[in-house]
């Protein structure tokens, strides 16, 4: 099939090369032109394990290729996927709708034959049937141009093996030939992996987008909060954490505690949740979202108290290494990167502070310019006083801590993501202290 994805980022240009992998004929459309030449020519933008090779690969066979003109977009697809950003409005909580508006008024005037429009972006509850009149309203062929909706489930870092290998696949139609139409989309996928397919309205398609990850920003922020409980009574979160996730009602995925969630997509998206909840009326159905949001912010102040705690009250004329500035580990993406907030707040309270990760320092340069970045972990814990593990790569894991010993001024490590093994760093010498344990 000919497929279209209109949006390039770190999801959407994995499901154009995992499309392209499957067998169709794929034109990804972005309005970045630096963004296109670099994906055209072959070339990452963004670093996400094992989408440079399908990339690449696909890009060669003349399955893959990219554009900026949602013209030609409009004549080559008969499937046209909206991958658009939707941010946090400024100055509100609700999602900006602005970029997936301007796709369907740039593609509607051209779609002159029947076609399928498929939404993939977070949005609020209601927006697909706004959208699917809008294009009705819009496209010459009227009706012919039919709307369906395709929430994405994809984990930066884990993109590729999402795309290809989802728990479940959930598609919101108003037609069966729609639905039709996605099947053979998804057909190899379906035929391989025997993948749970629900097919539903719009409504509930969008909301099972936003309740899947609300329901992951709660088991995380509810671990950390029980994190201050243990703090507060000397218990082990790691423990607590272990013990209730032997429970197969609660499971034991999402129950790290630590610095807790960022990225694009959690916090915006939970925001983005109350907020449509409020104009629908239903507020306090979510209110608890606000607590979730509040405990996941608070975790960012705690480890910054903890490491001033730890270097003696104040940060002037303190040394500070951070291990990590990606949200997570996989990824070079540093949005609403909590590692990088804390990076910051010591920076701001008068600490010298240095920032290694493995793939994230282009990006975290860009956003905040005035950190310290160092290319080795020897570098950025050269006399350090304190070290932050903030980012829990395996690189990071795998450190050596005796080693690491003869170049800091003080073995002093915080493991704000409860990963390393405690036993071998304490066995180095090193104190550890870490959100929610006992370490003494």
Not at 103 to 128: C, E, F, M, Q, Y
Not at 183 to 211: G, M, Q
Not at 368 to 397: I, S
Request: hydrophobic content about 45%; charged content about 25%.
């Amino acid at each position: 099939m000919r497929l279209t994805v209109i949006g390039t980022g770190y999801l959407s240009a994995v499901h154009a090369a995992c499309m392209a992998e499957i067998g169709h004929d794929v034109l990804g459309v972005d309005v970045d032109t630096a963004k296109i030449e670099a994906l055209a020519a072959g070339r990452p933008p963004f670093h996400e394990p094992g989408f440079g090779e399908f990339l690449a690969r696909n890009v060669k066979a003349g399955r893959l290729r990219f554009t900026t003109s949602l013209t030609e977009a409009a004549e080559f697809g008969d499937v046209h996927f909206v991958c658009v950003g939707t941010p946090q409005k400024p100055g509100s909580n609700a999602a900006d709708m602005k970029y997936i508006d301007a796709v369907v008024d740039g593609l509607a005037p051209h779609l002159h034959r029947d076609t399928l429009v498929v939404g993939k972006s977070t949005v609020p509850v209601g927006t697909a049937a706004r959208i699917a009149a809008r294009l009705r309203e819009l496209a010459p062929v009227g009706a012919g141009a039919e709307l369906a909706w395709n929430p994405e489930f994809l984990r930066e870092g884990f993109a590729v093996k999402d795309t290809l290998h989802p728990d479940r696949l959930v598609v919101g139609v108003t037609s069966p030939g729609a639905e039709e139409v996605l099947r053979a989309v998804y057909a190899p996928i379906l035929e391989s992996d025997h993948t749970p397919w629900i097919s539903t309205d719009f409504a509930t398609a969008e909301l099972v987008k936003v309740s899947a990850n609300a329901f992951l920003a709660t088991k995380i922020s509810f671990i950390n909060a029980i994190a201050d409980v243990c703090d507060a009574v000397g218990g082990d979160v790691t423990t607590v954490a272990k013990a209730i996730g032997y429970d197969a009602r609660i499971g034991p995925r999402f129950l790290s505690a630590g610095l807790g969630f960022g990225g694009g997509c959690l916090p915006k998206d939970i925001r983005a949740f109350m907020a449509r909840a409020q104009e629908l009326g239903v507020h306090d159905a979510l209110g608890f979202l606000r607590e979730i949001d509040e405990i996941n912010m608070g975790r960012r102040r705690r480890v910054v108290d903890l490491a001033r705690e730890t270097v003696g009250g104040s940060f002037l004329g303190r040394n500070v290494a951070v291990l990590g500035a990606a949200f997570k580990p996989d990824s070079d993406d540093v949005r609403d990167s909590p590692a990088l907030n804390v990076a910051a707040a010591i920076q701001l309270q008068g600490g010298r502070v240095r920032v290694h990760d493995p793939a994230a320092l282009d990006n975290a340069r860009a956003q905040f310019p005035t950190l310290d970045y160092v290319l080795e972990v020897d570098k950025a814990c050269e006399q350090a006083d304190l070290v932050l593990h903030l980012t829990e790569w395996q690189e990071y894991r795998e450190l050596d801590p005796a080693a690491l010993a003869g170049t800091v001024r003080q073995t002093r490590i915080i493991d704000a993501r409860n990963a390393l093994p405690v036993e071998r760093w304490q066995a180095a010498g090193w104190t550890v202290r870490a959100p929610g344990r006992s370490l003494a």
